[in-house]
């Protein structure tokens, strides 16, 4: 695994961050990144309407843990998100979106994560700005995909989550498989949800859309909005 972060926080072989190119935009990244609870700042990622854009764009059986991404803004098509756009089998753990936070994609939008299979905890979103999109928007995750099991632990304060349909403050929409999902002991504070609801009507304050045809869900947060 490459040591991306100097200790100062910077990035080996870079100076500063102007249009970021996403780690696995070309190819999934596999690794374990460990942000060592380092903070990257001022992040700009512009890519018009490009799927998989986010600060990790493609991830598969990947681990990302301990890194703060603080003042970012990101522009993209599907599967667009703050900290990981798609994931295969990862785990998002202890990480966070702060400070002033400007997602906007098309399906598929999440200020910590886009869509796919994943497990995320501990992650925290947490400032202004507005995460926003089509379909499947929230602030943790847009699509939890089938396969993914636990949503736990996760805080989202201050923004504003918008889409036209499938949009929730924590997560846009859950397909859940045999193996159940757990949502469990996550908060959310002083956050918006706004729908336009021309295509898709279902929306939710903290869940946009629920499928679960197979599995068991347990759903137990706080929300002080």
Not at 43 to 63: L, P
Request: net charge negative; glycine share 18%.
């Amino acid at each position: 695994n490459y040591e991306l972060l100097k200790d100062d926080g910077t990035v080996n072989g870079s100076s500063g961050f102007v249009y970021w190119i996403p780690i696995g935009f070309y190819s999934n990244y596999s690794g374990t990144f460990d942000g060592q609870n380092h903070t990257i700042s001022n992040v700009n990622i512009q890519a018009g309407n490009t799927a998989y854009v986010a600060f990790f764009g493609n991830i598969s059986g990947a681990t990302i843990k301990d890194l703060t991404l603080h003042n970012l803004t990101v522009v993209g098509g599907s599967y667009t998100a703050g900290l990981v756009g798609f994931t295969r089998n990862s785990t998002i753990t202890n990480c966070a979106v702060t400070g002033n936070i400007s997602i906007t994609g098309t399906s598929h939008v999440g200020g910590i994560h886009a869509g796919g299979v994943v497990s995320i905890t501990g992650c925290e979103v947490n400032g202004t700005g507005t995460i926003s999109g089509t379909i499947d928007v929230g602030a943790i995750s847009g699509l939890i995909s089938e396969g993914s099991t636990t949503v736990s632990g996760n805080s989202i304060n201050g923004v504003t989550v918008q889409g036209d349909g499938l949009v929730g403050g924590m997560i846009g929409r859950a397909i859940v498989g045999s193996a159940g999902l757990e949502v469990t002991g996550n908060t959310m504070t002083n956050t918006t949800v706004v729908s336009t609801g021309n295509s898709y009507k279902q929306n939710g304050l903290a869940l946009g859309s629920l499928q679960a045809a197979n599995g068991t869900v347990t759903f137990a947060n706080t929300i002080n909005n």
